[in-house]
């Protein structure tokens, strides 16, 4: 891995590059970053990436388009460098919710920024459970996308609930669902639930399932606002769930999510590191799983120009 360079695009993607690093036993690559009096961004690579394999890992800590920018400057700043090959990594991939036209004259921000990666300069991009699979569609170059499942998985497994039921948060998610159901051999329940516009509140009746008496885990790619979730935890525990726990892979936590996780019935929420937690939203109902060794596997395995398929699934 002498041709491997890895590099984080800001201080919040520090700690997610350095714990994979560690794994692949490298030192972080060397960058400089900074804001000019006049609000540019500037970003300079501190040490020869000529011919290097470049990985440039970046994540979505607030404010998001200020981390878009350090993003595709950094990769033209490789490209210029002549590099051999440009990888971007980004665990939670930026604006995936904005990944259809279903209302009049609106973007479709998701593609476009996938865009503005391949005009960047990118020769690949890693990332993980996208909100929509149709984005990894969105690019003409290699991407590859990791799945947290397995992450979740194995802490539920060490945690050995009894008397379990996996729960559907609505139609959409039943194939995830069953998945999990799968794997825990349990059965599952599916809430029935709507959405509207823009409007994060749901409406939520009825569960289909027998889910009385039993633990809930509930399972999403991300938990936003947690309205969605609320509504899911209210419905499921009128309907005699026991206790309700929440797996996701992405902890988006905006406001007032914090809020309503701790005045909620949900025992526990796991959710991966793809997002940086800050210390203000920990909280003692949160559990946090480490995505950065699945990451550093997939990396390792692009390098030596091997197989990853094993590392994710299609959703």
Partial sequence: MDDMKIFACSKSAEKFTNEICDYLNIEPGKIHRQKFKNDNNFVQILESVREKDVYLIQTTEPPVNERIMELLIAVDAAKRATARRITVVLPYFIYSRSDKKDQPRIPVTAKLFAQLIEAAGANRVLTCDLHNPAIQAYFNINCDVLTGRSMLEKYFDLKEIDNKVIVATDAGSSKKAYKYAEHFGCPICLVDKRRNGNDDKTIATSVIGDINGKNALVFDDEVDTAGSIMETVEVIKKFGAKDVYVGCTHGVLSDPAIERIKNSEIKELVM????????????????????????????????????????????
């Fill in 272 to 315: 991966t590191n793809t997002i940086p937690l800050p210390p203000e939203k920990q909280i003692s109902q949160i559990v946090v799983v480490s995505m950065s060794e699945l990451f550093a596997e997939a990396i390792k395995r692009i390098n030596e120009a091997t197989s990853i398929g094993e590392l994710f699934e299609a959703n």
